[in-house]
């Protein structure tokens, strides 16, 4: 018996919106962890964006499988929809090298 889900949910729209929150949160992150380096900060946030877009798209595929097919066949396709976001995930790590970076204190900046 298939589970109730709602209507089958838009996989590229949820694709984008993962990304753009996957981007503001890193854009947060950033700013304790690259002060001084745009480009490292840059390249952090175009990595988690990306990584967030793979994993919010695999989840909502996962999602739609389950509410449309039967328990065994949802199961696997839902596994599959899974570990392809996490291949995704895991590919971007090793194809986007970042330096390593010590959190930093930034200092404040001057007003006058």
């Known amino acids: 018996m298939p589970i109730n889900t709602g209507m089958p ?6 694709a984008i919106s993962g ?3 996957a981007l503001l949160v890193a854009g947060i992150n ?28 695999a989840a909502i595929a996962a999602t739609n499988s389950i509410g449309s097919k039967p328990a065994m066949r949802a199961g696997l396709e839902a596994i599959g ?6 291949a995704v995930a895991v590919a971007l790590e090793a194809l986007i090298p970042e330096a390593e970076s010590k959190p930093q204190i930034c200092p404040p900046k001057e007003t006058t």
Not at 9 to 14: A, D, K, L, P, Q
Not at 31 to 42: H, M, P, Q, S
Not at 81 to 86: C, E, K, P, R, T
Request: aromatic share 10%.
């Open 19 to 21: 990304g753009f929150v």
């Open 30 to 57: 950033n700013r304790a962890r690259f002060c001084t380096d745009k480009k490292g900060a840059f390249k952090h946030a175009a990595k988690v964006g990306l990584q967030g877009a793979a994993i919010g798209a």
């Open 9 to 14: 949910r838009s996989v590229t729209g949820h």
């Open 81 to 86: 929809y899974l570990a392809a976001g996490a």
